[in-house]
């Protein structure tokens, strides 16, 4: 399990953010989305585990905790060692864009929060571990969560890491579904501008409709892993997403004209 030096040392706290970041180029990110979270937030703790934390910039993160032994989901060792009463934990590839608000009010009738995952209609996101569940039923997306310490929520959170480790899967949100569906846990479904996945859906939302608050999108890694020019930004971000929305439906054989025939792989061209 990863320790941080010092940690018994760090005063528990009531809320704050936490960051799970291995590796330079993640390390970046989770300082670019740490930058976007202080312009809202400036008071809010923000911690960071790492495998490296004389790498990190320190005047970012209030604790930098040490993994010791890094592997591909540390984050779900990580999340279960927050020092705080309630923490948002956030993946890398996001960035704040307004304040959270009353977000953490959330916790006080529910042990976890977090929103769906997209491409639901994918066999992918449509997949459990062991356990079938409804379409209506999806996986939940793990790179924005929001919870309260608990024994009920420890237990939950070692639980996750046991099953995702014996399962032997790269992904950690089938077991997730399993867990989510078989289990007694109370949680909360997050509203999308919590979690925006898809950029893009700024462009049809009204005046009203909503506040988007936490972009989180794999656009800001492409430059990690494809060579890209770097995306720091949302008006840079919504471009690239435009752009690769238009490919996907090009991709997929053409964007039919009628509204809902559109998205039925069987249906004509």
Known sequence: MPRAAGHALIQCMDKGVIYVATGAGYRDLAEQSARSLRQHEPDLAVDLFTDAPDAVDRRLFQAVHLIARP???????????????????????????????????????????????????????????????????????????????????????????????????YRDQPVLKDLLWQGDLRFYVLPPEFNLRRVTELDAWEPGDALPVIVHSHRLMDHMRHGTARISDVETLIEAERAALADEWEMAGGRDGHPVRRFDPKASR
């Open 71 to 169: 592997h591909d989901r540390s984050k779900l060792e990580c999340m279960g060692m927050s020092r705080f009463a309630r923490t948002l934990f956030l993946d890398c590839d996001t960035l704040v864009v307004n304040p959270l608000g009353d977000l953490w009010d959330v916790l006080d009738r529910f042990d976890l929060a977090l929103a769906h995952e997209v491409r639901r209609e994918t066999a992918l996101i449509r997949e459990g571990h062991a356990v079938e569940t409804p379409y209506a039923f999806p996986q939940m997306n793990s790179g924005v969560m929001l919870y309260r310490r608990s024994e009920k929520m420890d237990a939950f959170l070692a639980d996750w890491l046991a099953r995702y480790d014996a399962a032997g899967l």
